[in-house]
């Protein structure tokens, strides 16, 4: 089975563009979590969708939006980039919406370049 | 606010060697504790997770230890490998709530011949 997809794997973009990112799930996957890494650092929680809701969101601005597909997959757009923007772009499905014992599986990310 | 603090940030340790891995957290309404594997370029992949009622668990050659009353918890790997090197990530949740996880800053480890 194909695990979590993301594209595009690299992208570059100067500031004030805005970007769009994409992730499918793995199949029967219905949840759907977004994390920026940035370099040395652990991920930190963006949003989460659930059956095309909105189920959490983190501690980033409104330039920061998400949403989830029919088919689950999602896609997260980012506004006015900023160089701290740039970062590791990972997306993680899970079968449900509650964390604690449903395992989250990551994908490769998009590591993502704002100059 | 870092709710969760890991430490050492980098460690080495020879094969065979049983590197330890610390981590502490703040909020005791956490109550799943994650630990996640990340190789360069590749995205976080879990190794072993716990609940606060165990104080150890064991899979394969990863082992937690969890201290409820210290609100801390660590990882040890036995007989380390070559290729256990990579980054580590302890990290917690609440159980009923989004798939938030909040991950502490790392730990890379690199283990030598």
């Known amino acids: 089975d194909a695990g979590v997809t993301q594209s595009p794997t690299h992208l570059i973009k100067t500031r004030g563009q805005h970007v769009t990112l994409r992730c499918s799930p793995i199949s029967g996957h219905k949840s759907v979590s977004w994390y920026q890494q940035v370099l040395g650092q652990g991920p930190q929680f963006i949003f989460q969708?659930?059956?095309?809701?909105?189920?959490g969101r983190g501690n980033f601005p409104d330039r920061f939006s998400a949403r989830q597909f029919p088919n689950y997959s999602s896609e997260l757009n980012v506004n006015a980039l900023l160089l701290g923007d740039s970062a590791l772009y990972l997306c993680?499905?899970?079968?449900?919406?509650?964390?604690?014992?449903?395992?989250?599986?990551f994908g490769p990310g998009t590591r993502l370049t704002v100059l | 606010q870092q709710q969760v603090k890991q430490s050492p940030q980098s460690l080495i340790v020879q094969k065979g060697g049983i590197p330890i891995i610390n981590c502490a957290y703040e909020n005791t309404a956490f109550d799943y504790f994650p630990w996640y594997q990340q190789f360069p370029g590749k995205g976080p992949a879990l190794l072993i997770a716990?609940?606060?009622?165990?104080s150890e668990k064991k899979e394969g050659r990863f082992t937690i230890s969890f201290n409820k009353s210290a609100k801390q918890f660590s990882l040890h790997i036995m007989d380390s490998q070559p290729g256990d090197s990579a980054t580590y990530f302890c990290a917690a949740t609440i159980t009923g709530t989004a798939s938030k996880l909040t991950f502490g800053t790392g730990t890379r480890l690199q283990v030598t011949l």
């Open positions: 969708y659930y059956e095309k809701e909105e189920r």
């Open positions: 716990i609940r606060p009622d165990v």
């Open positions: 993680a499905s899970s079968r449900r919406h509650s964390g604690g014992g449903d395992e989250q599986f």
